[in-house]
């Protein structure tokens, strides 16, 4: 029996965070560097970025009511 | 103008006649696949929620699910960002000197192409389906004489219309060559 804290979920939620910005840093550079430039191109990274902020801060509401100090027994 | 900026390795006095993408209900077919995909933690939740709600109180599963989907809708956002890199970076130039294929093909595989207007041997299109035909977009196929025997214009705007446009260049390009060659025979001394 292993006693875990909830701490472990948040920690591999930002890896998986860490990875996403990655990947997303990478599509942003495709578009500015191979892109031609234009308001499509701006409004549709200004969507996915106002996405991303609203995702986190849904996620930040939701998880600052949880207390991630809390353990669980495997 | 900032498009005819764009066009790689510009010849001297070259015209932009055509730049093509993608038709834009390709992209929207996209868009609205992962839309549906991300709604599916809502949906989940509000399955939960009506059959299994004791899940929701647990204590471990509860945060597990936030930052899953928190996860997942992320996931789904940046494949929304990619199918739009993927639309917007596929492009087809045409010029009065030649045809320009640029694609990205996933994030790291960029591959363009280019062949000359007097290569070309034959360019033919279709549309394929309802919405095709009512849309009025379809593929057009380029056959070359070059090393790259035949590429594709996929899901363009007036596929036809992009062909009669072909076609006229060729017919210019080969008429100027024609006119090229009885210029220079008249000159020569009998």
Not at chain 1, 65 to 68: A, N
Not at chain 2, 117 to 120: E, F, M, N, P, R
């Given at each position: 029996m292993i006693e875990i804290s909830l701490y472990i979920f948040l920690i591999l939620y930002g890896a998986a965070l860490a990875l996403f910005v990655i990947f997303a840093l990478i599509n942003i550079y495709h578009l500015f560097r191979f892109g031609f430039l234009s308001f499509f191109s701006f409004f549709v990274t200004f969507l996915f970025l106002a996405g991303v902020i609203l995702i986190l801060f849904i996620t930040y509401e939701l998880g600052a009511?949880?207390?991630?100090s809390q353990t669980f027994i495997i | 103008m900032y498009i005819e900026r764009h066009i790689p390795n510009r010849q001297k006095g070259e015209k932009l006649i055509l730049f093509l993408r993608r038709h834009i209900i390709a992209l929207i077919g996209r868009w609205l696949f992962f839309a549906c995909l991300a709604l599916v933690p809502v949906g989940f939740y509000y399955f939960l929620l009506l059959n299994f709600p004791q899940i929701l109180k647990s204590a471990v599963i509860y945060p597990a699910m936030i930052l899953i989907s928190s996860i997942y809708s992320l996931c789904m956002l940046l494949f929304f960002l990619n199918a739009f890199i993927d639309y917007y970076l596929d492009v087809w130039i045409v010029t009065d000197k030649r045809i320009i294929d640029i694609e990205q093909r996933g994030l790291f595989n960029r591959e363009i192409a280019e062949h000359n207007?007097?290569?070309?041997q034959d360019v033919s299109g279709f549309q394929k389906g309802l919405l095709q035909t009512f849309l009025n977009y379809g593929d057009v196929n380029v056959q070359t004489a070059?090393?790259?025997q035949r590429f594709s214009f996929h899901q363009i705007n007036k596929p036809f219309e992009v062909i009669r446009i072909i076609n006229n260049l060729i017919e210019i390009k080969e008429s100027a060559l024609e006119h090229k060659i009885l210029e220079k025979l008249q000159k020569q001394p009998e």
């Open positions: 009511k949880i207390d991630w | 207007l007097d290569k070309i070059g090393e790259v």
